[in-house]
């Protein structure tokens, strides 16, 4: 089993209390990372990091409206208190909203973009402090398979693209402090209460069609996608910094030179 050298850092997850957001938490904290996680539902945040305790994990948590500046940076700066430093900042809170209407574009945006950009620039700080002492930091972006190509004009596709973009500029100017910046790229991926099992209910030709395009036949489970985030986040890959890795089962047909 190889050693992803995360034990004792701390990692800091924006929406990561169920699907994607909370495989990465649980995976953080298994491989021996404090894990700080936030998402709307009081509860649901309450729960998880009950849950990730009782497994043994360093873990606090908090309900935070991304899109509210005043309320993320409190709570980021809390946090780097409480754990004494951020190692990891895992962007992972979406809107998505679907459609050119500007509501779609606003909330997409707001929450995806906007709130990277603010967790980005109240984290930095506390990152270069901690790849001075251990070498390496790290931010992951999840953005989506659908930033690759465009057959309408969707505000979801647009702004996904917008944070590869802004990763690959934040990468290369921080590559001298060690503080990494990467994006998670994810196809179709499937859970209970998930979008594409609300589809599969209300659409279920839809879903078999889009499932059916995808050459492996089936949808990510929330700990694929999680494990090359993780992957992404640890020392074990220092020498990689601003790519967006695909996790697609190869349902897109571009070659990524």
Known sequence: MMDLQLKGRNAVILGGTRGIG???AD???????AVALCARDPAAVAACVTELQAAGGTATGASVDVCDRAALTA???AVAA???????LISNAGAMAQGFDEAAWRANFDLDLIGAVNAVTVAMPHLQMAASRTGDAAVVIISSVSATSANTADSYGAI?????????GLARQHAKDKVRVNVVSPGMVYFKGGVWHK???SAPEFFRKAVARNPTGRCATPQEVANAAVFLASPVSSYTTGISMLVDGA????VNF
Do not use: F, P
């Open 22 to 24: 909370r495989a990465i």
């Open 27 to 33: 995976t953080l904290a298994a491989e021996g990372c």
């Open 75 to 77: 709570w980021l700066e």
């Open 82 to 88: 409480e754990l004494g430093g951020i190692d990891i």
């Open 160 to 168: 996904k693209a917008a944070l590869i973009h802004m990763a690959k």
């Open 199 to 201: 589809i599969e209910q």
């Open 251 to 254: 349902v897109t047909d571009r």
